[in-house]
């Protein structure tokens, strides 16, 4: 299995990104995937996820200004950030599970966003 994200880059304060992320090794669309963030001397923190069926959840910091999407013809997760903050600085990463399992145990190498104020 593999999941690699592009899109990152640096930005200024109130800019959007997309990120994507593409998936091969996997049954995509039994998968549910998300997009989680670290920030230096913080754990990975949750950002948003999408399940096969479409059902989609937000961290409440990025709810309205963050669009998660996938695309299962691509096998492609995608996160449209918009009106950034400095405090959505982080590195991101896409992760993979099957539903009903708690954990997500597949990881992309991650891609580093920078919001400048």
């Known amino acids: 299995v593999q999941l690699v994200e592009s899109g990152g880059g640096s930005v200024q304060a109130g800019g959007s990104l997309r990120l994507s992320c593409a998936a091969s090794?996997?049954?995509?669309?039994?998968?549910?995937m998300a997009w989680f963030r670290q920030s230096p001397g913080k754990e990975r923190e949750f950002v948003a996820a999408i399940t096969w069926s479409g059902n989609i959840d937000y961290t409440d910091s990025v709810k309205g200004r963050f669009t998660i999407s996938r695309d299962g013809a691509k096998n492609g997760v995608y996160l449209q950030m918009n009106s950034l903050k400095p405090e959505d600085t982080a590195v991101y990463y896409c992760g993979a599970k099957e539903p009903y399992v708690g954990s997500y145990y597949y990881w992309g190498q991650g891609t580093q966003v920078t919001v400048s104020s």
């Open positions: 090794g996997l049954s995509f669309r039994r998968y549910t």
